[in-house]
């Protein structure tokens, strides 16, 4: 069940700072283009900056930078929003965990802060701590009732599985908006949209990215995500909807790797929330950006047909 | 003349310090929030480490206060008011029936404990799936014959809530590991078919026999004792799958069964902190009255003429109680002469 | 050989806590229950690895077998042991410091190095740590072009960090030390099915892992904690 | 080649290694701004003021900022 006070704290502003992530934005163009969209639509106007890099996380926690370099990094990032006084929203898990994490750190470890704002000072730059972090799928249950009002393609008779990911519900044990064990908060989204929900037995299986693993311990992911993907395959959904566009990455991609290797047939189609909500809102199909996604395409083109492009 | 003692509680504790006042001349009134004598004992199937009938052992001590004159027992009441000092307590209870005010001499405090309900386990799929249930559940499936039949598989889990700072308590609630091995024992008595599991992370047999009582779970009643906390259990097509360590082996194991029993912890009564300040004594802190000496006057609360006793103190076997019951009599009949 | 508890660190993870920036702590409240481990995605699938055993042995002080172990290598970073931990330990951190300890003691670079390049040519060069290069020709048959997709979508042909984001973030990373610490792993190169050929595009779809190349000489590790399992059939590889 | 982690050690123990790692981590998070890392510090800054005009710029705002530090890591007050 969701932490209804937590939802409730999360603000409904006019604007808000949304921060891209590089999957997103370099493998799956459709999050980014409908996580701007939608919230238009919601009535929040996105903000976004060219200045805003990457939130450094996956170089740091594989070991490439160590903390001492993330802590400016992030900081340099949340003073971006911080200077225009807005709070900010990502569309990943990795991003969320990350920025909130580090964060949170440096707002409560002064003498750090201090290090880090020297550094920012000498970019003209610093971080105060003042806004916070939210993740998407956050902002849309925080919506719901805008979402509700906005629905232009309803996902009538479309059966949709929910994959939450492991660093926002496992990271934010005690932040997170929803039980880190048993969430509900997608499935509701699916409900508002019109939407089927399917569950299946290892929803809150990691998918098997495994973070660097999936690089470096190939054979360790590969074997986790089978598991998950046959789990998946079981319920069969029309749908996976991710709210990570790593878990996206991983999910879609290897579907393929394993059809290609002869170890199953998967053609579940993997689509972020943003994705999703966008789909339901009615934007155009050319935003929601399928074409990039590289598995069960043909269900895809099903769903549209079913649901009315 | 002597003055009457107030008995807050009709669980065995209760019921015990109630007897001893009015065996050596005292005047007793015992209330009870619900309708009936007996507490969670009565809620019981057997006791261990010996399989006592529980029903019939509790009902004889609730006959016997029940037909001694001297005790007066109230039952749907509540303490709503309490003033005064050792000797002299004027306090409301509030019956079914309107307001009463009494005097008495001493109060003992033998609220019990509640079994807590584990909905914050949702890794445990508690409230969700109806094989999964509570050790307090399971007692009673086991008294109305509901226990699963043919060849199945339950899966008693331990520490559920206690040695548990985020979900639950630290302190370790003392008999489920004991009630475990005798709830393993019942399955296999109702159900010689079934196979038993127990997920324990240390086995903590604290009391006289219980050690040869869980090893005759293991050595008679070939319960597979495996030493790991549960770490999940999922619901997958009319099973549940439950996931854990054994580690002792330092493998993941994963176990298909069709019955899941937490052992839930014992915790403060509801509202004990309420009770506490109305009575002007000191609760610890998770909410168990605290005792002023834990060694040698356990049931000594911080004020003087207010006694405790019973599993309201800590996490306490029948046993235990029992002499608690009848320590803080003794100590009731001191300042009430 | 027997393993000595007289050599053992005793108070290393005390005296470390106070160091790790408040990255590493609770562990001493474990209870070895093993709930962790009973979770863990990356126990299911190598049964050697085990969050518990590298908790005991970092509060029991047995430095030598958790840096110098190929498990310490094996988290999967899911962080669903913190999110069942009863003790609350933030496990993911503890990965995350002892690895670093790991590589000071010369083991582990070769899973780092091949990480590096997303940081030396992606991150610092572009602010972008995922690149819209494709590695995989599978999915460039599959998707081609990503640039045209996002202008369907409404984008920028190609997503770019100005230069003053990029310059800044270089500048963190040298302030820090990252960019030296980068120049010692030395990294890989990361292939590019734009500049790939043919042949090289059969390997891809053929062989699961990019090759190895790189110059960091690194210490064998152990399988301290259990058997080899999944597809590594030993530390060399 | 060892086939056990103790040997690989040899006679070190794991004080050896845990005081080396702990040493590590001391330099690692260290807060002090001693003249050496000052110095390792000054290639990446001067990379960050030639990169463009508004770099230089708020750079030269920190200089302020700055010139105590350096002194205080020449004479090491």
Redesign the interface.
């Known amino acids: 069940m969701p932490r209804l006070d937590k939802v409730a704290q999360i603000p409904k502003p006019d604007k808000i700072f949304v921060f891209k992530s590089c999957v997103a934005s370099n493998k799956y163009p459709g999050i980014e283009a409908c996580s701007s969209d939608s919230l238009r639509i919601l009535g929040i106007e996105p903000v976004d900056s060219d200045e805003q890099t990457c939130c450094g996380g996956f170089v740091t926690f594989a070991n490439v930078a160590a903390p001492t370099a993330s802590m400016p990094a992030v900081a340099r990032n949340l003073s971006l929003a911080e200077e225009k006084g807005l709070d900010t929203c990502v569309v990943c898990n990795g991003c969320w965990t990350f920025l909130n994490e580090f964060g949170h750190f440096m707002n409560h470890n002064a003498e750090v802060k201090a290090s880090v704002n020297m550094m920012l000072n000498m970019m003209g730059k610093e971080y105060k701590g003042t806004g916070s972090v939210y993740h998407i799928a956050e902002m849309y249950y925080r919506l719901k009732e805008e979402l509700a009002e906005n629905v232009k393609r309803p996902l009538k008779g479309i059966k949709v599985a929910t994959h939450y990911g492991c660093h926002y519900l496992g990271g934010g044990k005690y932040t997170a908006i929803d039980d880190a064990q048993m969430p509900s908060y997608l499935e509701e989204i699916i409900e508002i949209l019109g939407g089927e929900v399917v569950p299946y037995t290892a929803n809150r299986e990691c998918c098997g990215t495994g973070f660097t693993q999936v690089i470096n311990g190939k054979d360790l992911s590969l074997e986790h995500t089978k598991t998950k993907l046959d789990s998946v395959k079981e319920a069969d959904p029309d749908i996976l909807v991710v709210q990570c566009p790593y878990c996206h990455s991983q999910l879609d991609r290897i579907q393929q790797q394993f059809n290609y290797r002869d170890e199953g047939d998967f053609q579940t189609p993997i689509l972020h929330i943003a994705q999703l909500v966008g789909m339901g809102l009615g934007l155009d199909v050319a935003k929601l950006g399928f074409a990039a996604h590289v598995s069960g395409r043909a269900r895809l083109e099903n769903v549209l047909d079913r649901i009315g492009r | 003349m002597s003055k009457k003692t107030l008995v807050i509680g009709g669980g065995i504790a209760g019921i015990t310090a109630a007897q001893k006042i009015a065996q050596n001349g005292g005047d007793v009134i015992l209330i009870e929030k619900e309708d009936a004598l007996g507490g969670n004992f009565a809620k019981l199937t057997y006791t261990f480490p010996v399989l006592g009938d529980a029903k019939a052992l509790v009902s004889q001590e609730v006959q016997k206060v029940q037909t001694t004159p001297s005790i007066e027992i109230l039952t749907n009441t509540t303490l709503t008011a309490c003033q005064g000092s050792v000797g002299d307590f004027s306090v409301e209870l509030k019956t079914l029936s309107g307001t009463r005010q009494e005097i008495v001499g001493a109060i003992i405090v033998a609220a019990g404990f509640h079994y807590m309900e584990p909905t914050a386990?949702?890794?445990y799929?508690y409230g969700?799936s109806p094989k999964v249930v509570t050790s307090l559940e399971f007692e009673k499936m086991a008294a109305e014959n509901r226990l699963p039949q043919g060849n199945v598989r339950v899966v008693f889990v331990h520490?559920v809530g206690s040695?548990?700072?985020?979900?639950?308590y630290v302190y370790c609630s003392k008999i489920c590991c004991s009630y475990s091995a005798k709830h393993a024992i019942m399955m296999k008595k109702a159900n010689p078919q079934s196979k038993s599991y127990v997920f324990y992370?240390d086995i903590r047999a604290l009391g006289k026999g219980y050690e040869e009582f869980i090893r005759s779970a293991m050595e008679e009643h070939n319960v597979r004792y495996i030493?790991?906390?549960?770490?999940?259990v999922?619901?997958?097509e009319g099973k549940l799958?439950v996931?854990?360590?054994?580690?002792l082996m330092?493998?993941?194991?994963e176990v298909e069964a069709d019955l899941v029993v937490l052992a839930s912890a014992m915790e403060p009564p509801v509202g004990s902190r309420d009770l506490a300040a109305m009575l002007g004594i000191a609760t610890d802190e998770y909410g168990f009255f605290q005792d002023v000496e834990s060694n040698v006057r356990p049931c000594h609360s911080s004020k003087p003429g207010i006694f405790l006793a019973g599993s309201c103190t800590q996490p306490m076997e029948i046993a235990s109680a029992v002499a608690m019951g009848g320590l803080s009599a003794s100590e009731a009949l001191a300042v009430t002469r | 050989m027997l393993e000595q508890v007289k050599d053992w660190d005793d108070d290393f993870y005390e005296r470390w806590k106070p160091i790790a920036m408040g990255f590493v702590n609770e562990a001493e409240r474990c209870l070895q229950c093993g709930k962790c481990t009973g979770q863990c995605p990356a126990a299911a699938v190598t049964p050697g690895y085990n969050p518990r055993k590298l908790i005991r042995d970092l509060v029991d002080g047995n430095i030598k077998r958790i840096l110098s172990s190929v498990e310490l290598w094996q988290c999967f970073f899911c962080s669903g042991c913190y999110s069942t931990c009863p003790m609350d330990i933030n496990f993911p951190f503890f990965i995350f410091m002892l690895r670093l300890g790991a590589m000071n003691e010369g083991y582990g670079w070769e899973d780092v190095k091949q990480l590096e390049a997303y940081a030396e040519k992606d991150y610092l060069k572009d602010g972008i740590t995922v690149s819209i290069r494709e590695r995989n020709p599978f999915v460039v048959d599959t998707v081609g072009d990503i640039g045209k997709i996002r202008e369907a979508a409404g984008l920028p042909t190609k997503r770019v960090v100005s230069k003053r984001g990029v310059a800044e973030i270089n500048m963190i990373s040298d302030l820090s030390g990252m960019t030296s610490f980068m120049k010692k792993i030395g990294g890989v190169d990361l292939l590019d099915c734009n500049t790939c050929d043919d042949a090289q595009a059969r390997r891809c779809k053929t062989k699961p892992l990019p090759s190895k190349v790189g110059k960091i000489t690194t210490k064998t590790r152990f399988y301290n904690y259990g058997e080899p399992s999944g597809g590594k059939t030993n530390a060399k590889t | 080649m060892a086939d056990n982690y103790l040997e690989a050690y040899g006679k070190e123990t794991s004080q050896d290694a845990g005081e080396r790692t702990l040493k590590y981590f001391e330099d690692l998070f260290s807060m002090e701004m001693p003249l050496s890392r000052m110095m390792k510090m000054m290639p990446g800054m001067v990379k960050f003021m030639m990169s463009s005009k508004d770099t230089r710029e708020d750079l030269f705002k920190f200089m302020p900022q700055m010139t105590p530090m350096i002194k205080q890591a020449v004479t090491g007050k």
Do not use: F, H, M, Q
């Not at chain 2, 040695?163 to 639950?168: F, I, L, M, Q, T």
């Not at chain 2, 030493?227 to 999940?232: P, S």
């Not at chain 2, 330092?250 to 194991?253: C, E, I, R």
């Open positions: 386990y949702t890794e799929s969700r520490c040695r548990d700072k985020a979900k639950g992370i030493r790991g906390r549960v770490a999940k999922l619901e997958s799958l996931r854990a360590e054994d580690s330092g493998n993941p194991v």
